[in-house]
DNA sequence: GGAGAGTATCATGGCCGTATCATTATGACG
DNA sequence: CGTCATAATGATACGGCCATGATACTCTCC
């Protein structure tokens, strides 16, 4: 029912960066800072994306992570891809090894075609469309500063 | 994306009892090894179910589990709450600490409908329903029994 | 009281999220 | 041209949680 932290994060990121002007490499600490989330491991995630052709990497001074492709060409499931796994979506809600259209598990027929939606949404959703929706100000990226109610 | 190893055991034995003859307890050890699963591990897991109300169980001589409610009444949205916590389906799919219908993140209004979808599925499902379509003979609880395939 | 069953406690291993530190590459500047 | 600051990259280590295993305890029926 959840993402990893790691997939969580890898969005977040990928998110602020199409937010950015494109062309300048954003940084790894900016990043960070901005998402609220701990920039060693954040490091790690970033290689992966590379790795995984989502990202161009720059080292030294003015170095720093850009989209690799237009923003549009990017969607969730292919951060998703890289992050859970290739076929993240495949797998049986009860666990079983195999459970296909031919020999299932009692939650088969229910469960498909609610796993297409979300697959279909994660297709749907590009990087530009969240980033666009994150200008607006209407939607955010980061938790709420929490003001002080402890008080 | 996935449910957690606990939860798939906690369904897969309460679908398991459902199939058995009610009133007659069944055995932990028996459960385990119908299904494929460590007995110590699963014993936990029975364990809380029965704090959780779900199960009764027996001690000694013709002991055993026994269902606690009737089985129309128990779906899977109650197993579930006991072994993924309360609250499970409330989180935000990037993790954000307040993602209401007020402020959110950027995914929450595609995200939202899904996931009543999945609850009104959770609801829906229960363990009466599912032991049927086991007893039918055309789903499966457990995993098929692999042939040799490496001779 | 002994065998059979669940119950409770502790110990292990793996993976994930995290933190720390060394290494390498690159642009800037004297 | 050399070196220095900067930034990504890589290696290592740690704590927590999950799945598991092992062991001792407790209850109940015969």
Same mark, same amino acid.
């Given at each position: 029912m959840i993402l990893s932290r790691t997939s969580q994060y890898a969005i977040q990121a990928l998110i602020y960066i199409a937010t950015q002007p494109r062309g300048e490499p954003v940084l790894n600490r900016e990043i960070a800072a901005h998402l609220g989330v701990p920039s060693a491991y954040l490091a790690k995630i970033m290689q992966n994306l590379c790795k995984g052709n989502l990202l161009y990497s720059f080292r030294g001074r003015l170095g720093g992570f850009c989209l690799r492709e237009e923003v549009e060409k990017t969607d969730?499931?292919? !951060?998703?891809?890289? /992050?859970? @796994?290739? @076929?993240? /979506?495949?797998?049986?809600v009860l666990g079983l090894k195999v459970c296909s259209d031919e020999t299932a598990c009692p939650m088969h027929s229910r469960w498909k075609p609610i796993?297409?939606? !979300? !697959?279909?949404?994660?297709?749907?959703? /590009?990087?530009?469309?969240?980033? !666009?929706?994150?200008?607006? @100000?209407?939607?955010?990226? /980061?938790?709420?500063?929490?003001?002080?109610?402890?008080?």
């Open positions: 969730l499931m292919q !951060v998703l891809a890289l /992050t859970e @796994g290739k @076929g993240f /979506t495949d797998d049986c796993k297409e939606k !979300v !697959v279909h949404m994660l297709h749907e959703q /590009t990087l530009e469309k969240l980033a !666009v929706a994150v200008q607006s @100000g209407k939607y955010r990226i /980061t938790d709420l500063p929490h003001a002080a109610f402890d008080a």
